[in-house]
């Protein structure tokens, strides 16, 4: 039986199951708020692992850690670290605030911005920038999905629509039947198929290196700062991603959708703040690990780390049946984990905020799910415009979706902090301004930059935001509604 049959075989148990987990999802849904899991209550263990299912993209974990741990080594590990010290000021600042009396109605980031501002159009305004960051996640989780289903057919020969509707379908059928109910459940199986991937893959290089040992003692070595900035005594990452790294992760949690959604669906707020930490510490913990799987697996294992579909196919043709039989199918059912927990993730909130906008109507369990279809079907369109008309590669798309998803930072912290100036329509019509203002600069430095420097889009859209947002905040601190 040969490596990619196996994997095949695995694949399709998993998806048959999740279609499972959406059908028997669907017959519990009776409104709306059951669809989005509005007010009801999700406990620690779940909150947990659907946060950390979610963070745990097959764009980041299983292609950034993995390709730029091989490349950059240990700096790459600053990335998590500073994911987790922003889940950390999110739980804290969210609950000085305090929103306990908004959480049984729901609390998306659309609602607690309507609520602030007393605004529900400038929320829109403002809500509509991360939304399309989210769309892009969805776009490129497509992109990467497309690779790694790219190795049951020869280099070359992948029919791009067939592969996109395939991926596509797999999204769609279960997120759409069983809504958020069926996602929370998936991501606890996606959690820790994703965690038995890494786990497999480094003890079998722990494994092959005791052998080797054993037969040989010696083993290859292994370059933990294969590409240092300055000479061999300053190894740190190039400053670009260095201000992506720190400026994203810290500001993440405050605004993205999916964050603000689970909010809306936690139990309380200890519930909330407990869930983001261990979410998040967990996520972190994960994304280390995929780094070190990228750093040792080419030397210990031969592996190709340059792009995911090449780990994979590098996988397949290894002479160890110990990777091609058993890590590789593992490590496929991890990437596959890992592109549905993330696409689910960002169909689900675009269709509630659409939902919200519109008014949600309990009785039609119709719209979300064609908002579902729709944004699905856009992200397709996106996908040839973005990759084929304007040429962008994978890291310039990655580092502009970071920077949209996080340049509404400020205005949302302001809400927080000082919701009484955000009721300002000075402040409201600054605010929106300064987001596509930030969002503009993204784009723009994202697409016209050198390789080296597209990952500064993000902290000078933030910055430029923040920027603007001081001010008039400051301007009108003493000022009356």
Known sequence: MQPMTIVAAFSLIILLYFVYVGINSYVKIQTQRDFFLLGKHLNKKQFSGSFAASSTSLATALIFFVTLGSFFGIPILLAPLTYFLGALLFAKFINKRGITDTLESGTSLFQFLSKTTRSSNTSFMICLVPALGVLSILLIELYVGVSIFSVFAAPGTVNLQLSLAFVS???????AIGGFPAVVRTDLIQWSLIWLGALTTLGIC?????????????????????????GDGFVILPIAITANVIVVNIFLQFTQLRTWQMVAASESIQVLRVG?????????????????VGIVSGPLLGLDTQTIDAFLRSMARSESPLIAYIALPIFFVACLSALISTADSALLPLSQFVCEKSGIDQSNLLLPRIWIAIFL??????????????????????????????VTGPVVITALFAPEVMRLPIVQKTAVLSVYAGATAIVLVSYFSSPMNVAFGAPVGFLLTAAVMSVIVYMNRNSQI
């Open 169 to 175: 379908a797999i999204i769609l059928l279960y997120t």
């Open 206 to 230: 722990l494994y092959l290196v005791i052998t080797r040992l054993t037969e040989t003692a010696s083993i290859p070595k292994i370059d933990w700062f294969p590409n240092p900035m300055f």
């Open 377 to 406: 079907l856009i992200a397709n369109g996106m996908y040839y415009v973005i990759f084929t008309l304007l040429g962008y590669n994978f890291l310039q798309l990655l580092f502009t979706i970071f920077g949209l998803v996080i």
């Open 276 to 292: 983001i930490v261990n979410g998040a510490f967990s996520t972190a913990l994960l994304w280390s690990f995929f780094a070190i």
